[in-house]
């Protein structure tokens, strides 16, 4: 929220919890209306999570796509933060 009030656009979030990934989506992507809308993300394939901002898994697994690594080039990214 931090980087947000200083002006920072959040691009991409990942999270290898899906308890601390729902709280992230839940309060900056969407509001979470039901359980089985939850359950529906955390079933998206890889690049289905990662162009709606929230990738639920392991750093490993999204630098070792190809496709996702070259997703994440194309966004101009400033500023990666942990």
């Keep these: 929220m931090g980087l947000e009030k200083s002006g920072f656009e959040l691009a991409l979030a990942l999270e290898k919890s899906p308890?601390?990934?729902e709280t992230f989506y839940h309060n900056?992507?969407?509001?979470i209306e039901c359980e089985e809308e939850w359950q529906k993300y955390c079933k998206?394939?890889?690049?289905?999570?990662?162009?709606?901002?929230l990738v639920i898994n392991e750093?490993?697994?999204l630098l070792d796509?190809?496709?996702?690594?070259?997703?994440?080039?194309?966004?101009?990214?400033?500023l990666v933060a942990g």
């Design 28 to 31: 900056f992507i969407k509001p």
């Design 65 to 78: 796509n190809p496709e996702a690594m070259t997703y994440i080039k194309n966004l101009d990214i400033d």
């Design 44 to 53: 998206l394939p890889l690049m289905r999570q990662l162009k709606a901002g």
């Design 19 to 21: 308890m601390a990934s």
């Design 59 to 61: 750093l490993k697994t």
